[in-house]
């Protein structure tokens, strides 16, 4: 039976920063702490290297505990004690410098996520973190010995002992990547709660009978709202991406979490958009009154082509019911507002999301209130740190669920080396 002083289980962005972290922190206080994380797939950092169009978003400029759906006041200690700017010199020091894009993400000034990986898997090598590829665990189980050891981990290849275990198994989102949720069965057993889990940031999919295929690859601002029980639950303003199955982009990305959760309450739901945010039914009904008196000539489709994309043009004015080489200034009054409408408050047939395959984030996981946030140890098992997309807390989309791994990393590597290393001078 092997042993290790901390097994980390989930060799993805939480789990080798915690790796790192809790390395460099036993060094620090020159102590002998061995390190090992099991990993089940077969390559590491896969989630990385796919993230950001392979580019990976490590973070973001500006992150704020309401970029994260998760208990405010633990996320708000979380990220004050590792935030945005912590990343930046940590992955200046691990020799990725980062640069800012118009948005606000980070990315690698190389753009390749690869550099992520490869600078991770240097630095493990370099504080001698041992990492074992195709190690699924399937069990994890409390003891007490007179070494000290608590845990015994049960993997593919056998077994190990360890004073500490750091759970960062991920969601579901991505399987192909390794994740199937199958840490939340492990900290199941052992007494944690799993709040219900479903895709977040993941395109939804239209009713066929929606105009989004003739549209597919056309992208534009919009203002998308959701509501539930007739509430609004859900407002946002970016990028709508058109696609052959539905919609994607930023902005349904961000808001695929809101619409999920609410029908996942029973609750009907209803998404629209405006496809010229900023403007109002009223601001635009009095351009389209000023354009009939002084364009008479100008058709519907002209009009809407001058400000948004030609292919949408059309098709708008077809949902209207209308032609869109109709005169404006013909337009009858129930007309010109049945197309105001349809600007303003366009509906969206969402049918269901695009599934675990195409989801960048899991919401749902184990409660924060089940963690000590200055730690990320396990309020029932002591010596449990659990971190990452285990948790029940996912951002936005823009780097902020990759801040949520390094951050948790970080306190859950940090703590579990103090309780668990052994001093150099004995």
Known sequence: M????????????AGLAAAIFAAEAAAHRQSRVRVEVLETAARIGAKILISGGGRCNVTHAVVEPDDFSGARPVVRNVLAAFGAQDTVRWFASLGVPLKREAT?????????????????????????????????????????????????????????????????????????????????????????????????LVPLVLARGMFHAELSGVSHPV?????????????????????????????????????NAARRRGLQTVARCNVLPGQTFDSIERQLVEVAATRPRVSIGRWLAERLPARLA?????????????????????????LVH?????????????????AEVTAGGVPLKEIDYRTMESRKVPGLYLIGEMLDCDGRIGGFNFQWAWATGYLAGGAAAGKSSTSLST
């Open 223 to 259: 203002e998308l709202s959701i509501f539930a029980g007739g509430k609004l639950i859900d407002r946002r303003t970016g990028s709508l991406l058109w696609t052959h199955f539905g919609v994607s982009g930023p902005v349904v990305l961000d808001a695929s979490r809101h619409w």
């Open 342 to 358: 349809t600007i303003t408050g366009l509906t969206l047939p969402i049918e269901r999301d695009r599934g675990w395959d195409y």
């Open 104 to 200: 606000g993400k980070l990315f690698p000034v190389s753009d390749r996520a690869a550099t992520v990986v490869e600078a991770l898997l240097r630095r493990c090598h370099q504080l001698d973190v041992a990492i074992r590829l195709r190690h699924r665990v399937h069990q994890l189980s409390v003891i007490d010995d007179e070494r000290r050891d608590r845990f015994v981990v049960e993997h593919a290849h056998g077994t190990l002992r360890a004073r500490s275990v750091i759970m960062a198994t991920g969601g579901r989102s991505l399987p192909r990547t390794g994740c199937d949720g199958s840490g939340w069965d492990i900290v199941r057993r052992l007494g944690h709660e799993v709040t219900d889990t479903f895709p977040a």
């Open 314 to 338: 059309g098709s708008l004015a077809r949902a209207a019911g209308i032609d869109s080489g109709f005169p404006i200034s013909q337009l009858a009054r129930q007309e010109r507002r049945t």
């Open 2 to 13: 092997d042993r290790a002083d901390i097994a980390i289980i989930g060799g993805g962005a």
